[in-house]
């Protein structure tokens, strides 16, 4: 493949396997959840978010170029942020608080789906074992974030009275980060993926992280829309006591 | 132990197996080394620090820890710099143009001595495999580097005619930074290691790393002062060939 076709390639993954096309989204979006599910949701989601910096960090840590290095680096800071307080996971964390839920709690991760946490580390795991390309690779479902975060933030401020502008402050901040990242990450792969190995490796890696996307979704759908079995010791919204 | 007891037995350690006492320390910051000994000692050494963000990314990638993540990082910006040619690495090879290696060759490493990589890759892997706890304690040999900075670099100017103070640039960052980065390292591990096993850990992870250290010396000792055995595919000084 030429290096656009390799785009293309990439692209068709996304527009096939990338979780805006998950039926709880579509609920979550559309306004059909209900705010113990939308809870579920967001609390899920802090396991995902918290682990990005290990994630990010285990690549630069394989990498031999500074340059790489530093490049990357900068995702430690939009996630992590300068201070406490500051950052995504900061800003996950107040939509959790908007969201009613105790942040200890949240932090905790206690109540978080065993599925959501098996998914999250094996992303984890990816990137610190596989090469530095499939590694590059399995962030580019950045390609496909924007438009999600439109379609959500929209979708959730229109539908919900429990949600508003400040809370969702996460999503307004990757929609100038994940362009750029995606951007980046895109040309490495079109650049450093051109054997036909290399190239299948990089869209087996994009697939991977569509699946640890989807899986996120399908724990949750299963537990808290149908057929509605919450595991043992996962959150159980209030009301299903 | 006590806080104050564990850091007390840090410091023993230190004084007793810390490379300032290596000999070819002795030789390097007295003058007794020639050119093409300086040179050996600065692209082997050019292995470690180039080593060093790798090994600092794996830490962060292990906490889950924000603020943890955060200080570590500064690490991070402190050898691979905000841009390209800026930080720690850089200052290095700054240091070894001023010794008039070419810096493609350097940065190969393909002049390297096999058990300087050996000993800087068992650290990497330390950092990546051993409790979080122990890869903090690993960097403890910060403690006693500003006294080694000050006598190398004063005896180094003294001694040496192809030296100069822009081509060690390099120590001048570390007197700040190596300071604060110990302070921080010191106090985590005087506040968690609180059990016998935990402080043993620790105290087995400074020796450990001090054996990092002390491995690089004896290789470049053997090699290029006693018995002078440079091992195939090494550097080899002019003159030697």
Not at 149 to 178: K, P, W
Not at 225 to 233: D, E, L, M, Q
Request: with cysteine; net charge neutral; aromatic share 10%.
């Amino acid at each position: 493949m030429t290096p656009d076709e390799l785009e293309a390639a990439l692209r068709r993954i996304g527009a096939e396997r990338y979780h805006n096309l998950h039926p709880f989204h579509k609920l979550l979006h559309g306004g059909k959840l209900n705010k113990g599910q939308v809870q579920a949701w967001a609390l899920n989601r802090y396991c995902y978010q918290s682990a990005i910096p290990r994630k990010d960090a285990a690549l630069i840590s394989r990498t031999e170029d500074p340059e790489l290095r530093r490049v990357w680096r900068q995702r430690l800071v939009d996630h992590d942020g300068e201070r406490s307080g500051e950052g995504g996971i900061a800003r996950w964390l107040a939509l959790t608080d908007g969201l009613g839920l105790d942040r200890d709690y949240v932090v905790s991760m206690r109540g978080a789906l065993p599925a959501t946490k098996f998914a999250v580390e094996a992303y984890v795991r990816f990137v610190r074992e596989r090469s530095l390309l499939e590694a590059v690779a399995s962030s580019l479902t950045e390609m496909f974030s924007p438009m999600i975060i439109s379609e959500r933030v929209a979708g959730m401020l229109a539908n919900y009275d429990f949600i508003s502008r400040e809370t969702l402050a996460y999503f307004n901040a990757r929609l100038s980060q994940a362009p750029r990242d995606a951007d980046f990450a895109l040309a490495y792969v079109k650049r450093e993926a051109r054997t036909p190995e290399q190239q299948g490796a990089v869209l087996a890696a994009l697939e991977f992280k569509c699946d640890v996307l989807w899986a996120q979704l399908d724990a949750l759908y299963s537990a808290y829309v149908a057929p509605g079995h919450i595991p043992p010791g996962a959150f159980r919204p209030a009301g299903t006591e």
